[in-house]
């Protein structure tokens, strides 16, 4: 059988690792994708000693960044049979990107963007080819107006509420393109993991990182859901999304986020 080639990001947290853990061990070769080279390099470490797979590499890229997505791309050369949206931040104070782009609403919901716009044509041809977008179902209150709150008051609860919103309404926006290549996308919620990122809230978790990675890996790896795309899991079920059934939202804030570019 042909090794699989997997990206994850924000791989390095308590989520992504257990996520890319998962990959891992069903022998992918798996490439771990974040900023921060250290904590990238300690995570391949300890991956390679717990799945036994050799395949596991790093790649330094601020997810942030349209440029550093784009060099990443034109990196890759290989077929990709799986990506998964992963990485996320929630700063306490409003921050931009070196690009002048609010940092929630670059990292979580345009870093979701422009990974799948990049990575797209490496997966097409590629049978059974998955897209898993990390959402919550702690999501609502999207302003598309105000996305990058320029006039609205900053916090960041409400900016990781909307921004997980825009991820599952940006799962059925890229399923209904891309189905016709064979390239499936799904969003799921995690669950509950005491992380760097819930913490950032004031909240702890009740969940281990296995448990917070189950439906992630469900729709990346089983076969269960071979061939079923634009949907929204938790706890290993799909589960009805309002964001999504209004196709004219969608759209908007489709071409909303193309407005920013590749």
């Given at each position: 059988?042909n090794q699989?080639n997997?990206?994850?990001?924000g791989?390095?947290g308590a989520?992504g690792?257990a996520i890319?853990e998962g990959i891992?061990?069903?022998r992918?070769?798996v490439?771990l994708a974040?900023?921060d080279r250290?904590?990238?390099?300690?995570?391949?470490?300890?991956?390679?000693?717990?799945?036994?797979?050799p395949?596991?590499f790093?790649?330094v890229?601020?997810?942030s960044?349209r440029?550093?997505?784009?060099?990443?791309?034109?990196?890759?050369?290989?077929?990709?049979?799986?990506?998964?949206?992963?990485?996320?931040?929630?700063?306490r104070?409003?921050?931009e990107?070196g690009?002048g782009?609010?940092?929630q609403?670059?990292v979580?919901v345009?870093?979701y963007?422009?990974?799948?716009?990049c990575?797209?044509?490496?997966m097409?041809?590629n049978?059974g080819?998955?897209i898993?977008?990390?959402?919550s179902y702690?999501?609502g209150g999207l302003?598309?107006?105000?996305?990058e709150?320029?006039?609205?008051?900053?916090d960041?609860?409400?900016?990781?509420r909307?921004a997980?919103?825009a991820n599952?309404?940006?799962?059925?926006?890229?399923?209904?393109?891309?189905?016709?290549r064979?390239?499936?996308?799904?969003?799921c919620h995690?669950g509950?993991?005491?992380?760097?990122?819930?913490?950032?809230?004031?909240f702890g978790g009740?969940?281990s990182?296995?448990q917070?990675?189950?439906?992630p890996l469900?729709?990346?790896?089983t076969?269960?859901?071979?061939?079923i795309?634009?949907?929204?899991?938790?706890h290993l079920?799909?589960e009805?999304?309002?964001?999504?059934l209004?196709?004219?939202?969608v759209e908007?804030?489709?071409?909303?986020c193309?407005a920013?570019?590749?």
């Open positions: 059988m699989k997997a990206i994850v990001t791989a390095y989520i690792q890319a891992a061990a069903q992918f070769r490439t974040g900023r250290a904590s990238l390099e300690k995570t391949q470490n300890l991956l390679r000693k717990r799945s036994f797979n395949d596991i790093i790649e890229v601020d997810l960044s440029q550093e997505i784009s060099d990443f791309s034109k990196r890759w050369g290989n077929p990709l049979s799986l990506l998964v949206n992963n990485a996320a931040t929630a700063p104070q409003r921050t990107n690009e782009v609010e940092m609403w670059a979580n345009l870093g963007v422009r990974m799948i716009r990575f797209e044509p490496f097409e041809d049978t080819a998955r898993v977008n990390v959402a702690w999501a302003d598309m107006r105000d996305p709150f320029k006039t609205r008051r900053y960041n609860d409400v900016a990781y909307q997980k919103q599952r309404m940006l799962s059925a926006a890229f399923a209904g393109r891309l189905q016709s064979g390239i499936t996308v799904n969003s995690p509950d993991v005491n992380s760097k990122l819930s913490n950032s809230f004031g009740s969940e990182p296995a917070g990675a189950a439906t469900y729709l990346a790896l076969e269960e859901v071979k061939g795309t634009g949907k929204y899991f938790e079920r799909q009805r999304c309002q964001f999504s209004d196709p004219q939202a908007e804030l489709y071409q909303l193309n920013y570019g590749l």
